[in-house]
């Protein structure tokens, strides 16, 4: 299998190795292969097709874990100009795996922030797996505090296993943090939009989440924990996080059925990153319509639709 397949695109992966095993027969024996590249092109986009029209929550987990798959910076480059990151939690320290800064979006000024997990080993240890510390979190509540103060709409990518679990975590507020992250977000007088791009874990993705529109990419996933934390609980064994991911209806599509999302966005077939400039097209497209209505909201109302679609969601039985 070729590097970051997965393994159930292990017949995928064959095709294309006999295509590009053909191929460079064909340069160096100077052989015209064309009806047979085609043929095998043909097969491998039908199976490309079936494959990913099928997939299950766990085969979606999977994706949204992709060592390949677009991270936030990468979005940054591709749909906004002008960015400029800020630092530091005016507390402790800055923190890595959470991003943020101002930028210029289609003509307007917007701040992001997202979760940053890391491609080699090195980036991946500096920016902690994507999994924020409190800092992190009061980052970005004093980023939004500002934005909201200038007037500026804020778009957030959620892509993070969760925030992080360290008792050093612990110790600086963790739990506080992405607390009052929740409660200052339902009254930030500007647009909210928040995007699920990979994994959205448990309080380390809420924590940027509470938005006026709720968006995930076809192959994201969000819940209130990972599949293996789940099967851990409930079963005592990591490995049925296959059974906990179809328990917890992990996927975009379940979350959208279930009014916890408000859009889902489509992904190239094989996922988001086998076409980045595809899917933040997509992305550029639906944050821009969303904004467009959004801005155009008194902040009273957008304050007041924001709480109702939260205290929407689930149910509670009183039996007093």
Same mark, same amino acid.
């Given at each position: 299998?070729?590097e ?9 992966v064959e095709?294309?190795?006999r295509i ?5 027969? &064909?340069?160096q ?8 590249l !085609?043929?095998?092109?043909?097969k &491998?986009?039908?199976?490309? *097709? ?7 929550r ?7 874990r992709?060592?390949q ?12 100009t002008d ?23 289609e003509g ?7 979760h940053?997990?890391?491609?080699d080993t ?10 924020? !510390?409190p ?6 509540l ?6 909201? *103060?200038f007037?500026? @709409?804020?778009?957030?990518f959620?892509?993070?296993p969760g925030?992080f679990?360290?008792i050093?975590?612990?110790e600086?507020?963790q739990?506080r943090?992405i607390?009052?992250n ?7 007088r500007?647009p909210?939009? &928040? ?10 993705a ?6 006026d529109r ?12 990972? @599949?293996?934390?789940?099967? &851990?609980?409930?079963?005592g064994?990591r490995?049925k ?7 917890l209806r992990?996927?975009a ?12 966005l489509p ?21 821009k ?13 957008l304050?007041?639709t924001?709480?109702? *679609? ?9 039996d007093?």
């Amino acid at each position: 299998m070729s590097e970051g397949s997965l393994e159930f695109e292990k017949p995928i992966v064959e095709i294309e190795k006999r295509i590009h095993d053909l191929r460079q027969l &064909a340069r160096q024996e100077n052989m015209d292969v064309t009806d047979e590249l !085609h043929k095998l092109e043909r097969k &491998a986009e039908k199976l490309r *097709k079936d494959i990913f029209s099928k997939l299950t929550r766990w085969q979606r987990v999977q994706l949204a874990r992709h060592p390949q798959r677009p991270y936030t910076l990468d979005y940054v480059d591709r749909l906004t100009t002008d960015f400029w990151e800020l630092h530091g939690d005016r507390l402790f320290a800055d923190d890595p795996a959470l991003v943020c800064g101002f930028a210029t979006f289609e003509g307007r000024k917007v701040l992001l922030m997202g979760h940053q997990k890391g491609r080699d080993t090195k980036e991946k240890l500096r920016r902690n797996f994507g999994m924020a !510390h409190p800092e992190g979190y009061r980052k970005s509540l004093r980023l939004m505090k500002l934005a909201d *103060k200038f007037g500026l @709409p804020i778009v957030t990518f959620i892509d993070t296993p969760g925030a992080f679990p360290g008792i050093e975590a612990e110790e600086r507020g963790q739990s506080r943090a992405i607390a009052e992250n929740l409660i200052e977000m339902a009254a930030i007088r500007v647009p909210i939009i &928040a995007v699920v791009i990979g994994e959205g874990g448990s309080g380390g993705a809420l924590a940027i989440a509470l938005a006026d529109r709720v968006i995930m990419l076809e192959n994201s996933v969000y819940s209130v924990i990972s @599949p293996e934390g789940c099967a &851990a609980i409930l079963w005592g064994d990591r490995s049925k996080a296959k059974d906990a991911a179809e328990a917890l209806r992990i996927s975009a599509t379940d979350l959208v059925e279930l009014g916890i999302v408000d859009e889902v966005l489509p992904e190239p077939v094989g996922g988001a990153h086998r076409n980045p400039a595809q899917t933040a097209e997509t992305l550029k497209t639906a944050i821009k319509t969303h904004l467009d209505v959004l801005c155009r909201v008194d902040a009273d109302e957008l304050i007041r639709t924001r709480m109702e *679609k939260f205290l929407a969601m689930g149910v509670y039985q009183d039996d007093a």
